[in-house]
């Protein structure tokens, strides 16, 4: 058995299977690709891989599965899924794979499979090369097409006919990967994330019902376990705010972004005047970028195939001299309204891309310099984690206030970035506030155009639930507080049931928690409690000899005057959702509160 030594996790045994993959072209690569891709500019240590990395999600994952208990099979089923579960992932990392999200016709295609992220690769590179290579079938377990199947489902988080734990440990809220990430990213950028206690961690996790949970064997032990996943949160809310909205960090991903962009438009371009233009022959050079380039690659390809703007990028790139930050707007500089027009932009890679050029164009004319737009927002927000209380489960972020606080700070990471070659004529803040509410309301009439907004949808029953409900006596209004997050389930669930509301409520439930459970609602609820469109508050209940928390949701004045200006876009919508409010409204429960009339427009 082959030993490495980790400066994170100490020494790290592989198995000769495990060997035999690390030597592969496709897990060598990876030494060539940076995890934290052009955080260097800020943090000069960090320069660590997606290789090392990987090597030590693979290490997490084992450490997790022995303290669950898991057989030898299983072990070794998600150290390899750890292992692999970046092997995926394109040169520059996320950076480059925001080409597929801003160019949907860039995305290829293969067996009939639209490749649109890294896990699509990575799956792919473990069931269609990995499993072919030689030396790595001579050393598996099982050389079977099934078994690289398997775990290249585990590897991408996806279980398919594995238990679902296996892929929990390596996708999960709190996961092998995640753990790695956090630990060695504060490692080498020397930014201290807060105490990541790994052993109270993995001493906290437990194997109940085929699902990995949160437990103590008494009450002090839970609240440790609730303490270390605390921990995990706190570390990651610092990581967004220090590492990855770093302005200097944004600029030089920006810049990297808009050459390669620039560089592929003039390949097009080209094949265009040569009559040559065919989509496969762009989709070749894209499916390079996650199988076969590095970083080192990635500014090879700008040099060759660039025009004069891309060189100067790239140039100012190599040379350290990033483009200059002459704006930032946080979470506390955008109106409500604002902010949640950008969160939707930035879940359609299409309209960011139309956003941030737009913008751009916009200040450089005003500024007469070149200039960039970088807009980012916080995502993985844990959805699933359960914790075992009392002998009864509940989800963590029910029995944490700690982790529903952070969920909220992890949800109001916003950061939209101006930046320009020379600082001059840098335009008046108000007037770029306008520019900004203007344009992001614009570019929702496009998305709406192409596919449904969710987020919204929600906000059209809130809106219908205060037309339902609500009360004015003298100079109040009284509006309905909603009892319980379950509610909304429950109503978007059977919303979902009306052939013309479908496209606005369809979201996958899951039954093993003794209600219909969505991950991608509860997202776009806490997206929504963050951007101030809904308020969320916290009601304690005795239940069992014990005292928990639920949460009652309200719409503010903002998300009453954000439904208002929506509902001619959605007026048959919004006149289904009515009927069926009213034809239920004894089963929902809800309280009053009163409100003075100046503060809130129905």
Known sequence: MKVIHDPVHGTIRISRFEEALIQTPQFQRLRGIEQLAMSHFVYPGANHTRFEHSLGTMQMAGRIADQLGLSRDERALVRVGGLLHDIGHPAFSHAVEAILRRNPLYQPVLQKKTFSSHEDFTQYIIEEILSRDEEVLRRAPDSSKDYFTIFSHIAVGDAFGAPSYLAQIISGDIDADRIDFLMRDSYHTGVSLGLIDVNQILESLVLEGGRVLLGGEDGYSEEMALVAAESILTARAHHYSAIIHNPTTQAARAMLLYALEGSLDKIISKMKKEDKTNKNSVSKIIMDFFLKSTDADIFSFIRTHGGRTEQKLITRLKEGRICPLIMRFNFSRLHPQTRTALAIITQNGHAKKKFEETLARRIQDTCNTPALVDLDLASGLPKTIRVKTNDEEGFFYD??????????????????????????????????????????????????????????????????LNKLFSQEIDSYIFIPKIHNITCIYKISRELATTPQLKHLFDYNYSQEYGFPYSDELYKNIQTLVAMEMLNEDIRTFERKSTWKQRYEYTLTPSGAAYAEEITDHYKKETELVTEYLKQHKHAIKHDLIKIPKERYQI
């Open 399 to 464: 029995n944490s206030a700690l982790a529903n606080g952070l969920i909220r700070a992890i949800s109001r990471q916003i950061s939209l970035c101006i930046f320009t070659q020379k600082k001059k004529n840098t335009p008046p803040v108000e007037e770029m506030l306008e520019e900004i509410k203007t344009l992001s309301r614009q570019l929702l009439g496009f998305i709406r155009e192409e596919t449904p907004i969710k987020l919204e949808a929600i906000l059209l029953i809130f809106q219908s």
